[in-house]
Protein backbone atom coordinates (compact mmCIF):
# COMPACT_ATOMS: atom_id res chain seq x y z
CA UNK A 1 0.00 0.00 0.00
CA UNK A 2 2.97 1.98 0.82
CA UNK A 3 4.56 1.29 -2.21
CA UNK A 4 1.60 1.94 -4.36
CA UNK A 5 1.28 5.40 -2.31
CA UNK A 6 5.10 6.26 -3.21
CA UNK A 7 4.41 5.01 -7.01
CA UNK A 8 1.32 7.31 -7.02
CA UNK A 9 3.92 10.29 -5.68
CA UNK A 10 6.19 9.73 -8.12
CA UNK A 11 4.44 9.33 -11.22
CA UNK A 12 2.74 12.48 -10.47
CA UNK A 13 5.74 14.42 -9.67
CA UNK A 14 7.55 12.76 -12.95
CA UNK A 15 4.03 14.43 -14.86
CA UNK A 16 4.31 17.57 -13.77
CA UNK A 17 7.74 18.19 -14.51
CA UNK A 18 6.64 17.31 -18.05
CA UNK A 19 4.21 19.06 -18.00
CA UNK A 20 6.63 22.45 -17.16
CA UNK A 21 9.42 21.67 -19.39
CA UNK A 22 6.71 22.04 -22.14
CA UNK A 23 6.42 25.99 -20.80
CA UNK A 24 9.96 26.32 -20.74
CA UNK A 25 10.30 25.90 -24.43
CA UNK A 26 12.25 28.55 -25.77
CA UNK A 27 10.87 31.14 -27.96
CA UNK A 28 13.26 30.27 -30.78
CA UNK A 29 12.59 26.73 -30.76
CA UNK A 30 8.44 27.74 -30.63
CA UNK A 31 8.45 29.88 -33.52
CA UNK A 32 10.50 27.32 -35.70
CA UNK A 33 7.79 24.60 -34.47
CA UNK A 34 5.27 27.26 -35.56
CA UNK A 35 7.02 27.64 -39.17
CA UNK A 36 6.97 24.35 -38.93
CA UNK A 37 3.39 23.60 -38.12
CA UNK A 38 2.60 25.77 -41.15
CA UNK A 39 4.91 24.08 -44.04
CA UNK A 40 3.42 20.69 -42.70
CA UNK A 41 -0.53 22.26 -43.72
CA UNK A 42 0.97 23.18 -47.31
CA UNK A 43 1.36 19.59 -47.94
CA UNK A 44 -2.79 19.10 -46.88
CA UNK A 45 -4.27 17.46 -50.21
CA UNK A 46 -7.02 19.22 -52.19
CA UNK A 47 -10.53 17.57 -51.60
CA UNK A 48 -12.96 18.10 -53.86
CA UNK A 49 -16.44 19.35 -51.87
CA UNK A 50 -19.68 17.72 -52.82
CA UNK A 51 -22.26 20.29 -53.80
CA UNK A 52 -25.12 20.73 -51.30
CA UNK A 53 -28.21 19.33 -52.12
CA UNK A 54 -29.90 22.11 -53.15
CA UNK A 55 -27.18 22.57 -55.81
CA UNK A 56 -27.26 18.74 -56.86
CA UNK A 57 -31.26 19.04 -57.02
CA UNK A 58 -31.05 22.40 -59.43
CA UNK A 59 -28.16 20.41 -61.49
CA UNK A 60 -30.13 17.02 -62.02
CA UNK A 61 -33.49 19.51 -63.48
CA UNK A 62 -31.57 21.38 -65.52
CA UNK A 63 -30.10 18.40 -67.23
CA UNK A 64 -33.95 17.23 -66.98
CA UNK A 65 -34.97 20.31 -69.04
CA UNK A 66 -32.19 20.08 -71.73
CA UNK A 67 -32.81 16.46 -72.30
CA UNK A 68 -36.82 17.31 -72.47
CA UNK A 69 -36.02 20.06 -74.79
CA UNK A 70 -34.31 18.37 -77.22
CA UNK A 71 -36.09 15.74 -77.41
CA UNK A 72 -39.39 17.86 -78.70
CA UNK A 73 -37.12 20.04 -81.17
CA UNK A 74 -35.43 17.21 -82.65
CA UNK A 75 -35.67 17.48 -86.51
CA UNK A 76 -38.54 15.40 -88.21
CA UNK A 77 -38.29 11.75 -89.30
CA UNK A 78 -36.12 11.40 -92.27
CA UNK A 79 -38.68 9.37 -94.60
CA UNK A 80 -36.26 6.09 -94.83
CA UNK A 81 -38.44 5.27 -98.67
CA UNK A 82 -36.85 8.04 -100.03
CA UNK A 83 -33.64 8.06 -98.97
CA UNK A 84 -33.59 4.54 -100.78
CA UNK A 85 -35.07 5.87 -104.02
CA UNK A 86 -31.97 7.90 -104.20
CA UNK A 87 -29.51 4.99 -103.84
CA UNK A 88 -29.35 3.77 -107.35
CA UNK A 89 -28.91 7.29 -108.62
CA UNK A 90 -26.07 8.65 -106.25
CA UNK A 91 -24.09 4.96 -106.56
CA UNK A 92 -24.47 4.94 -110.55
CA UNK A 93 -21.58 6.46 -112.55
CA UNK A 94 -24.12 8.72 -114.50
CA UNK A 95 -23.18 12.41 -114.10
CA UNK A 96 -25.05 14.22 -111.36
CA UNK A 97 -25.38 17.34 -113.77
CA UNK A 98 -27.61 14.87 -116.10
CA UNK A 99 -30.15 14.61 -112.90
CA UNK A 100 -29.93 17.80 -111.86
CA UNK A 101 -31.66 18.94 -114.99
CA UNK A 102 -34.06 16.21 -115.30
CA UNK A 103 -36.94 18.27 -115.57
CA UNK A 104 -35.54 20.18 -118.20
CA UNK A 105 -35.00 17.12 -120.34
CA UNK A 106 -38.77 15.96 -119.08
CA UNK A 107 -40.33 18.78 -120.84
CA UNK A 108 -38.18 18.90 -123.55
CA UNK A 109 -39.49 15.02 -124.11
CA UNK A 110 -42.85 16.27 -123.37
CA UNK A 111 -43.01 19.28 -126.57
CA UNK A 112 -41.37 16.65 -128.91
CA UNK A 113 -44.36 14.29 -128.25
CA UNK A 114 -47.04 17.56 -128.71
CA UNK A 115 -45.01 19.25 -131.29
CA UNK B 1 -2.96 26.36 -20.01
CA UNK B 2 -2.31 22.60 -19.74
CA UNK B 3 -2.69 20.75 -22.89
CA UNK B 4 -5.22 17.69 -22.01
CA UNK B 5 -4.93 15.35 -25.90
CA UNK B 6 -7.95 14.02 -24.86
CA UNK B 7 -10.39 16.84 -24.53
CA UNK B 8 -8.63 19.07 -27.34
CA UNK B 9 -9.35 16.54 -29.64
CA UNK B 10 -12.88 16.49 -28.66
CA UNK B 11 -12.72 20.31 -28.72
CA UNK B 12 -11.39 20.04 -32.16
CA UNK B 13 -13.86 17.47 -33.14
CA UNK B 14 -16.82 19.17 -32.20
CA UNK B 15 -16.34 22.46 -33.67
CA UNK B 16 -17.72 21.75 -36.94
CA UNK B 17 -18.10 24.80 -38.35
CA UNK B 18 -14.37 24.74 -38.81
CA UNK B 19 -12.55 24.03 -42.17
CA UNK B 20 -10.32 21.06 -41.63
CA UNK B 21 -7.52 23.37 -42.57
CA UNK B 22 -7.94 24.91 -39.33
CA UNK B 23 -8.80 22.19 -37.35
CA UNK B 24 -5.66 20.33 -38.36
CA UNK B 25 -3.87 23.48 -37.52
CA UNK B 26 -5.24 23.57 -34.10
CA UNK B 27 -4.46 19.96 -33.51
CA UNK B 28 -0.80 20.81 -34.28
CA UNK B 29 -0.71 23.64 -33.06
CA UNK B 30 -2.19 21.72 -29.23
CA UNK B 31 0.39 18.58 -29.91
CA UNK B 32 3.96 20.09 -31.55
CA UNK B 33 5.55 21.35 -28.32
CA UNK B 34 5.04 17.76 -26.06
CA UNK B 35 5.91 15.90 -29.70
CA UNK B 36 9.33 18.29 -29.09
CA UNK B 37 9.52 17.24 -26.18
CA UNK B 38 9.53 13.69 -26.44
CA UNK B 39 11.79 13.77 -29.75
CA UNK B 40 14.28 15.72 -27.60
CA UNK B 41 14.19 12.66 -24.89
CA UNK B 42 14.60 10.32 -27.38
CA UNK B 43 17.63 11.98 -29.74
CA UNK B 44 18.83 14.81 -26.84
CA UNK B 45 19.29 16.87 -29.99
CA UNK B 46 17.56 19.98 -30.38
CA UNK B 47 17.76 19.68 -34.22
CA UNK B 48 17.13 16.09 -34.46
CA UNK B 49 14.19 16.52 -32.52
CA UNK B 50 12.72 19.48 -34.87
CA UNK B 51 13.22 17.22 -37.89
CA UNK B 52 11.19 14.35 -36.28
CA UNK B 53 8.67 16.55 -35.09
CA UNK B 54 8.23 18.44 -38.76
CA UNK B 55 8.96 14.65 -40.91
CA UNK B 56 5.31 13.16 -38.72
CA UNK B 57 3.59 16.75 -38.60
CA UNK B 58 4.29 16.56 -42.95
CA UNK B 59 3.22 12.70 -42.74
CA UNK B 60 0.04 13.43 -40.97
CA UNK B 61 -1.20 16.21 -43.41
CA UNK B 62 -0.10 14.41 -46.46
CA UNK B 63 -1.37 10.85 -45.64
CA UNK B 64 -4.56 11.55 -43.30
CA UNK B 65 -5.27 15.09 -43.60
CA UNK B 66 -8.72 14.54 -44.72
CA UNK B 67 -9.60 11.82 -42.48
CA UNK B 68 -11.84 13.22 -39.04
CA UNK B 69 -10.19 14.70 -36.50
CA UNK B 70 -10.32 11.92 -34.19
CA UNK B 71 -8.41 9.88 -35.50
CA UNK B 72 -5.52 12.18 -35.62
CA UNK B 73 -4.13 11.41 -32.24
CA UNK B 74 -3.21 8.33 -32.55
CA UNK B 75 -2.00 8.53 -35.92
CA UNK B 76 0.14 11.46 -35.00
CA UNK B 77 2.01 9.42 -32.49
CA UNK B 78 2.27 6.25 -33.97
CA UNK B 79 4.43 8.21 -36.77
CA UNK B 80 5.67 10.10 -33.99
CA UNK B 81 7.12 6.71 -32.42
CA UNK B 82 8.19 4.86 -35.95
CA UNK B 83 9.92 8.10 -37.27
CA UNK B 84 11.67 8.72 -33.80
CA UNK B 85 12.57 4.76 -33.81
CA UNK B 86 13.83 5.01 -37.67
CA UNK B 87 16.02 8.02 -35.84
CA UNK B 88 17.15 5.88 -33.55
CA UNK B 89 18.30 2.84 -36.18
CA UNK B 90 20.18 5.83 -38.16
CA UNK B 91 22.03 7.27 -35.45
CA UNK B 92 22.98 3.72 -34.32
CA UNK B 93 24.46 2.51 -37.43
CA UNK B 94 26.05 6.01 -37.83
CA UNK B 95 27.71 6.06 -34.11
CA UNK B 96 28.68 2.43 -35.07
CA UNK B 97 30.52 3.76 -38.02
CA UNK B 98 32.01 7.03 -36.41
CA UNK B 99 33.24 4.08 -33.53
CA UNK B 100 34.43 1.55 -36.13
CA UNK B 101 36.87 4.48 -38.33
CA UNK B 102 37.52 7.23 -35.55
CA UNK B 103 37.53 5.52 -32.30
CA UNK B 104 35.88 6.91 -29.35
CA UNK B 105 35.88 10.50 -29.88
CA UNK B 106 33.83 10.82 -26.59
CA UNK B 107 32.28 14.23 -27.53
CA UNK B 108 30.10 15.67 -25.91
CA UNK B 109 26.43 15.85 -26.79
CA UNK B 110 24.25 19.27 -26.59
CA UNK B 111 22.49 19.07 -23.57
CA UNK B 112 18.45 19.11 -24.36
CA UNK B 113 18.14 21.61 -21.12
CA UNK B 114 20.32 23.89 -22.04
CA UNK B 115 17.68 25.53 -24.68
CA UNK B 116 15.03 26.36 -21.84
CA UNK B 117 14.41 29.42 -21.13
CA UNK B 118 13.78 30.24 -17.48
CA UNK B 119 10.21 30.21 -16.42
CA UNK B 120 9.75 33.92 -14.41
CA UNK B 121 7.08 33.08 -12.24
CA UNK B 122 8.68 30.56 -9.46
CA UNK B 123 11.33 31.33 -6.79
CA UNK B 124 14.89 31.16 -8.12
CA UNK B 125 15.43 28.15 -5.05
CA UNK B 126 12.21 26.61 -6.30
CA UNK B 127 13.28 27.42 -9.86
CA UNK B 128 16.82 25.73 -9.63
CA UNK B 129 15.36 22.67 -7.80
CA UNK B 130 12.92 22.15 -10.56
CA UNK B 131 15.02 22.91 -13.23
CA UNK B 132 17.97 20.13 -11.53
CA UNK B 133 14.66 17.66 -10.92
CA UNK B 134 13.40 17.90 -14.78
CA UNK B 135 17.11 17.92 -15.97
CA UNK B 136 17.50 14.37 -13.69
CA UNK B 137 14.12 12.78 -15.14
CA UNK B 138 15.07 14.08 -18.92
CA UNK B 139 18.48 12.20 -18.09
CA UNK B 140 16.91 9.10 -17.13
CA UNK B 141 14.11 8.83 -19.54
CA UNK B 142 17.11 9.60 -22.31
CA UNK B 143 18.97 6.46 -20.37
CA UNK B 144 15.82 4.15 -20.96
CA UNK B 145 15.69 1.53 -23.66
CA UNK B 146 13.72 3.34 -26.17
CA UNK B 147 10.78 1.27 -26.59
CA UNK B 148 10.44 2.01 -22.17
CA UNK B 149 11.04 5.64 -22.77
CA UNK B 150 8.03 5.39 -25.19
CA UNK B 151 5.92 3.26 -23.44
CA UNK B 152 6.24 5.34 -20.09
CA UNK B 153 5.73 8.96 -22.02
CA UNK B 154 2.54 8.10 -23.92
CA UNK B 155 1.11 6.10 -21.17
CA UNK B 156 2.01 8.38 -18.29
CA UNK B 157 2.39 11.82 -19.89
CA UNK B 158 0.25 11.62 -22.87
CA UNK B 159 -2.43 9.93 -20.78
CA UNK B 160 -3.20 6.60 -23.44
CA UNK B 161 -4.27 3.71 -22.33
CA UNK B 162 -2.24 0.11 -22.89
CA UNK B 163 -4.57 -0.43 -26.18
CA UNK B 164 -3.70 2.92 -27.63
CA UNK B 165 -0.12 2.74 -26.79
CA UNK B 166 0.06 -0.59 -28.54
CA UNK B 167 -0.86 0.91 -31.46
CA UNK B 168 1.46 3.51 -31.49
CA UNK B 169 4.46 1.92 -30.53
CA UNK B 170 3.00 -0.87 -33.06
CA UNK B 171 3.23 -3.96 -31.04
CA UNK B 172 1.31 -6.11 -28.31
CA UNK B 173 -0.46 -4.97 -25.25
CA UNK B 174 1.56 -7.31 -23.58
CA UNK B 175 4.97 -5.47 -24.75
CA UNK B 176 3.58 -2.18 -23.67
CA UNK B 177 2.52 -3.41 -19.87
CA UNK B 178 6.15 -4.84 -19.65
CA UNK B 179 8.06 -2.22 -20.77
CA UNK B 180 6.46 0.66 -18.69
CA UNK B 181 6.61 -1.74 -15.75
CA UNK B 182 10.38 -2.34 -16.60
CA UNK B 183 10.45 2.03 -17.17
CA UNK B 184 9.03 2.86 -13.92
CA UNK B 185 10.97 0.56 -11.86
CA UNK B 186 14.19 2.25 -14.07
CA UNK B 187 13.34 5.52 -13.57
CA UNK B 188 12.28 5.31 -9.45
CA UNK B 189 15.56 3.33 -8.80
CA UNK B 190 17.83 6.32 -10.83
CA UNK B 191 15.31 9.32 -9.54
CA UNK B 192 13.34 8.81 -6.01
CA UNK B 193 16.44 9.18 -3.65
CA UNK B 194 17.87 12.46 -5.23
CA UNK B 195 13.49 14.07 -5.58
CA UNK B 196 12.58 16.13 -2.91
Redesign the interface.
Not at chain 2, 115 to 119: L, N, R, S, T, Y
Given at each position: MIDDD??KN??A???S???????????D??A???T??Y???E???K?FNWPTPYAAFATTAAVLMLTVSLWLTQPAEVNDARVLEDIPMLTSGEELDFYQDLEFYNWLDDEQING | M??NPVTAICAITEDSRLN??QT??QF??AI???A??MAVIATSN?DDA?EI??EA??K???RY??KDAEHWGPLFHRILQSTIRDWYRRSKVRNGLRHFFFGNTDEKENDPMD?????AQTEPDQQLK?QQ??QA??AALHNLPLRQQQAF?LR??EGLDVKQTAAAMDCSTGSVKTHYSRA?AA??NQ??DH?P
Open positions: TEFLHSKLLDKSIDAIDTTAQLRMRQALHKPT | RYTAIDLSEKRYRRLVQMILVTGNEFADPEAMLDLQWILRLEW
